[in-house]
């Protein structure tokens, strides 16, 4: 069964750059994945980020930014505020119309 | 704008059976997949079942396949999420979701199922 990796969390300084990745527990994702990144906060729904690899939805800041990189889809977050603290999934299209997320990165801003 | 409404979340006792309905608005229902997602109690995203704009469905493997069911009606821009045998494990806020070039664009508030006796 395919499993996607995250970091459990991550932490950053107001003003700081932080890097999550999204990786699969066998073999390297790529574009064919279309990776998607999602944003939520505490009792709201998702929010969608990015998708196919880096297109940034409608309304998401610039400072926030899709790649892959290595074997490994990754999301950046330049310039990190304050509000940026919230649980960040990742999603990897496994082809034949399957999804599956990743377990979630919680970002602390601090 | 896009908007997805979930309805028919409740409480449910073990075994039973119970249907979600999605309703969108703001875009061309027809022409666009719909998925469910759920969210189990402080845990992560569970991608559950995806419908494609002409009715083929697919399902996120042995925990649901069997016993959840995804089908659509167009004339109601509404997808519908159809759980039997439902267990203590399928107690979760079930997200209704937009497709949009192989991810999930727009998602909806939910709607919470609870499975206990």
């Known amino acids: 069964q395919t499993v996607v990796t995250q970091e459990p969390s991550f932490s950053v300084s107001p003003g700081g750059t932080v890097t999550f990745t999204c990786g699969l527990s066998s073999g390297s994702v790529s574009t064919s994945n279309y990776p998607s990144w999602y944003q939520q906060t505490p009792g709201q729904a998702p929010r969608t980020l990015i998708y196919t690899t880096n297109v940034r939805s409608s309304g998401v800041p610039d400072r926030f930014s899709g790649s892959i990189f290595g074997s490994k889809a990754a999301l950046t977050i330049t310039g990190a505020q304050a509000d940026d603290e919230s649980d960040y999934y990742c999603?990897?299209?496994?082809?034949?119309?399957?999804?599956?997320f990743g377990g979630g990165t919680k970002l602390t801003v601090l | 704008q896009v908007q997805l409404v979930e309805s028919g979340g409740g409480v449910v006792q073990p075994g039973g059976s119970l249907r979600l309905s999605c309703e969108a608005s703001?875009?061309?229902?027809?022409?666009?997949?719909i998925h469910w997602v759920r969210q189990a109690p402080g845990k992560g995203l569970e991608w559950v079942a995806f419908?494609?704009?002409?009715?083929?469905?697919?399902y996120s493997g042995d925990s649901v396949k069997g016993r959840f069911t995804i089908s659509r009606d167009n004339s109601k821009s509404t997808v519908y999420l159809q759980m039997s045998s439902l267990r203590a494990e399928d107690t979760a806020l079930y997200y209704c979701a937009k497709d949009r070039a192989y991810s999930v664009e727009v998602w909806g508030r939910g709607s919470t199922v609870t499975v206990s006796s």
């Open positions: 419908i494609r704009y002409d009715g083929n469905a697919k």
């Open positions: 703001g875009f061309t229902f027809s022409r666009n997949g």
């Open positions: 999603a990897l299209y496994m082809g034949n119309d399957i999804w599956v």
